[in-house]
């Protein structure tokens, strides 16, 4: 039996000649067909990561388009109406009827003017663009509909760049707990954004002008991360750098500056993508001019409505301002803590515009609100204020960091105890530290604006995206790190092995073993042994596992062992009750360089064996199979019924392509070894455990056709009701835990080589 398979040694399937094809016909192997870098996991469990995020997606969507009107703060508010208004009597963008809309700005005369040029001009746009798609009087409906398809973009792929990220897929799955845990953490189901919300300091819902600008930075973030784990190359790197200019040039077009963060995050594209020693170099530049190019299109952008609108405003327009000042919002953020608590600030600033403005007209009556000049007047009071006082200016701006940290303490927590215990084992740190470093330049630009002005909710934009983000990282990897530890669900070798005992590697003294689990066989077992014994030769044993009898089973063994004439050796073990401990305990105690496990009935005869001799050598796993298309199974209905209901069950859960994991097994003898040795099924899915293992470790596991035997039919099922509760039950388990064997490794690694090659796949 030890030189079935000395025909085409060494050689796999697609190598052997023509007599050798014609012996391997018969058979059918399941492949393992996503062993790429691209799709870590078979195609059905990304379609389940897609499908996650689809719900996501959906979820969010509906969330935001469910939300009431959010009105811009009172200023804005009515410049947002009056552009919008105007748009829509002229079709020119960013205009509107002079004396309409905010009340600082204005010029004498009647007819058009400039609109939103104090003001990031994005939303105002996308207000008045997406009029043509709602056709409603409100710039709401349209802001409400940009927002929900913002919102929504980022979480198609949150939970496949997660689970790449970590690669496991649970990693992924866990996303689906974000929503509840993000209104946990920050009183939002929304990630990324802190559009929707107010407090006592900020009464004002944050709208759309704020909302969507932090949502663009979530989804870039997404995109980098995603990008980082499909490993790019150059020429995919100059795509992800073009895609993600473009979302910084319209971050830079909705809030001044916001898509800063998102064109140096180009670096960490390019540091994934080029190999050579100008590593730093490559990613610097690439950034640098991600930048430069993120803040000309806006420029270019205006510049084309500023030709469509100067032919139709006021020639006074001109000397309108055309963007924010520095030094207005920096001498109003000395009011602080006023706008909190309520108790005066140190420096005597109140927070209110019009008290900035009036601190202006003082020194000039006749300045200009937002001007050049204006903002020269706001630098000097600003720097007098605290040349003055600069401890008091020093214990403001660390006060206010500190109220940051608090508003986002939750989150914080949570990241801080995912970094903890993930730590340096993440099963790919790399893409890991990647995707975190995108974040960072984003941070960095979100924590000015909220300590040198005012920690309110309008200001969190970057740092809502950035940790936002990072938060969702850290659900995946609690849930990884969860999954890793020794006393949860995952497979550990080394704490299952302290309590089992066994070689893990062959001792060579076998060919062939035969492991034959038995519970109340004592009708069979003897007929079954005595023609097992009669295809085994003095280099195969018999292995003979009793579990739980309470027939005679454990005295007929007995009574066979003191007998036993045959040349191949008979080992009798006994385990607890189950099959998979006795198929457990009988691997465990064998030796040969192949492995067996068929039934005490042996319900195939040998056909099962006459298919497993004309395997090439290569082959790890393969299963007699009653699925096989050739296969002889002349079952009752009730059976068949069963059969049926018991593989959709696990090709709807485990996603196995597999058609029958519960015929006899033809296994590598050091790889089942191994896995008998991390093994947790007891019952009746051991076998299903152990091809979902062999699955999961991208081994391609092969059917063979068998003939059920007349008298197998013949017998009464010992599977009840009973059983198939518990089997659901079980699979449901293994389907939680399905991939817990990626990533582990049980061949020799010339064997590994082997299986890794393109002829075996």
Not at 178 to 192: I, R
Not at 477 to 489: E, K, N, Q, R, Y
Request: with cysteine; proline share 6%.
């Amino acid at each position: 039996m030890s030189e079935r398979l000395s025909d085409h040694s060494g050689r796999t399937a697609d190598d052997v000649g023509t007599e050798a094809d014609d012996r391997l016909a018969p058979l059918r192997r399941v492949p393992w067909t996503a062993r790429s870098v691209d799709r870590p996991w078979p195609g059905a469990t990304h379609r389940l990561l897609l499908a996650t995020g689809a719900l996501l997606a959906l979820g969010t969507f509906v969330t935001v388009l469910n939300m009431p009107d959010l009105p811009y703060h009172p200023a804005r508010d009515l410049e947002l109406k009056a552009t919008y208004d105007a748009y829509r009597d002229t079709g020119v963008l960013l205009v509107k009827e002079n004396g309409t809309g905010s009340w600082y700005g204005g010029l004498p005369g009647t007819g058009l003017t400039k609109a939103a040029g104090d003001d990031d001009p994005g939303s105002y746009l996308i207000a008045s663009w997406m009029g043509h798609l709602t056709g409603s009087a409100s710039p709401y409906p349209g802001l409400r509909w940009a927002m929900a398809l913002l919102c929504a973009l980022p979480m198609l792929l949150l939970p496949v760049t997660v689970a790449r990220v970590f690669g496991r897929a649970r990693a992924g799955m866990a996303m689906l707990a974000l929503p509840v845990l993000m209104w946990l953490a920050n009183g939002t189901v929304l990630t990324g954004t802190e559009y929707g919300l107010a407090d006592r300091v900020s009464p004002t819902r944050v709208y759309a002008l704020y909302g969507l600008p932090a949502s663009l930075m979530f989804l870039s973030l997404v995109l980098v991360a995603y990008a980082v784990t499909r490993r790019p190359r150059v020429r995919s790197a100059v795509a992800w750098t073009v895609v993600l200019v473009l979302l910084a040039a319209c971050g830079n077009l909705l809030r001044s500056l916001s898509g800063v963060g998102i064109a140096l995050a180009v670096a960490v594209v390019w540091w994934a993508a080029w190999k050579g020693r100008l590593r730093w170099l490559v990613a610097g530049a690439a950034a640098a001019a991600s930048v430069v190019v993120a803040s000309w299109l806006p420029g270019v952008a205006m510049d084309r409505i500023n030709e469509s609108r100067d032919r139709v405003v006021l020639a006074e327009a001109s000397r309108l301002p055309d963007a924010h000042g520095t030094w207005h919002p920096l001498y109003l953020g000395l009011s602080y803590p006023s706008p909190i608590t309520g108790d005066p600030s140190p420096f005597g600033v109140e927070w209110s515009d019009e008290w900035g403005w009036q601190k202006a007209r003082e020194i000039d009556p006749d300045v200009v609100v937002a001007s050049a000049e204006y903002d020269a007047i706001m630098k000097d009071l600003y720097l007098d204020a605290v040349t003055e006082s600069p401890l008091a200016a020093v214990r403001l701006y660390l006060t206010k960091a500190f109220f940051v940290v608090k508003h986002f303490a939750a989150m914080l927590v949570v990241i801080l105890l995912a970094a903890v215990m993930v730590g340096v084992r993440g099963p790919r740190r790399t893409l890991l530290r990647q995707s975190s470093a995108a974040t960072v330049p984003i941070l960095l630009l979100g924590l000015p604006p909220t300590v040198l002005v005012m920690p309110m909710l309008y200001y969190f934009s970057e740092l809502a995206a950035g940790l936002g983000f990072l938060f969702a990282l850290a659900l995946g990897g609690l849930v990884w790190a969860i999954s890793t530890m020794p006393s949860a669900v995952r497979v550990d070798e080394r704490a299952l092995t302290r309590a089992r005992s066994g070689p893990i590697e062959p001792a060579g003294s076998a060919g062939l073993s035969v492991v034959v689990p038995t519970r109340n066989g004592e009708a069979v077992l003897a007929e079954s042994l005595t023609a097992l014994a009669g295809r085994l030769g003095a280099d195969d044993e018999l292995v003979v596992v009793e579990n739980g009898s309470t027939d005679g089973t454990s005295d007929l063994l007995e009574s066979i062992a003191s007998d036993w004439l045959h040349a191949v050796p008979l080992v009798v073990l006994h385990s607890d009750p189950g099959l998979g401990n006795a198929l457990r305990t009988g691997v465990l105690a064998s030796r040969g360089t192949r492995v067996l496990l068929t039934a005490d009935d042996v319900p195939f005869g040998f056909s099962d064996l006459e298919g497993f001799a004309g395997l090439p050598d290569d082959a790890v796993v393969a299963v007699g199979s009653k699925a096989h298309p050739a296969s002889e199974v002349d079952r009752a209905w009730r059976r068949e019924a069963q059969s049926r209901a018991f593989r959709w069950l696990r090709r709807a859960l485990l996603h196995s392509a597999v058609g029958d994991s519960q015929g006899t097994i033809w296994v590598d003898g050091a790889w089942a070894r191994s896995f008998a040795l991390v093994s947790r099924e007891t019952g009746l899915m051991w076998t299903v455990e152990l091809v979902l293992a062999a699955e999961q470790q991208g081994i391609d596991v092969w059917e063979v056709p068998v003939r059920l035997s007349d008298a197998h039919d013949t017998r009464a099922s010992r599977f009840r009701v009973r059983d198939a509760r518990i089997a659901v039950r079980e699979i449901t388990s293994l389907a939680i835990r399905k991939d817990d064997y990626s990533g582990q490794e049980w061949l020799s690694p010339g064997r590994a080589m082997s299986l890794q090659s393109p002829g075996s796949s």
